[in-house]
């Protein structure tokens, strides 16, 4: 099992960035491939970005693509989530999550089995 703590949410005026780290411990970081969701109130939990074990390969959803970018440091087993340009509409719980990589995108939340216990984003005017 991996354990993990996102970190870098906040408040932010709309335009502004924020930058959300994730530490795991447990095992090979490098063997796990990570994705960030989101939660906003009354909504399913959102696929946002996904990066494979050794970082070569990335995806973000639609709704981020331009704005967000996902990074990770396998010699401090993080994963960043870069946002930039933010909206009123990515207010939500942000998290982090992470799967063994079988070098195929997963997009699902089903898909993962470890979790941390979010970040809160807020996004005003």
């Known amino acids: 099992q991996v354990q993990l703590v996102e970190s870098g949410g906040g408040l932010v005026q709309a335009g502004g960035s924020l930058r959300l780290s994730c530490a795991a411990s447990?095992?090979?970081?490098?063997?796990?491939?990570m994705a960030w969701f989101r939660r906003a109130p009354g909504k399913e939990r959102e696929f946002v970005a996904f990066?494979?074990?050794?970082?070569?390969?990335?995806y973000n959803a639609d709704a981020v693509k331009g704005r967000f970018t996902i990074s990770r440091d396998n010699a401090k087993n993080t994963v960043f989530l870069q946002m930039n340009s933010l909206k009123p509409e990515d207010p939500a719980v942000y998290y982090c999550t992470g799967r063994t990589d079988d070098q195929q995108w997963h997009i699902d939340p089903r898909d993962y089995d470890n979790w941390g216990q979010g970040t809160q984003v807020t996004v005003s005017a």
């Open positions: 447990g095992r090979t970081f490098s063997s796990y491939a």
């Open positions: 990066i494979s074990g050794r970082g070569g390969d990335t």
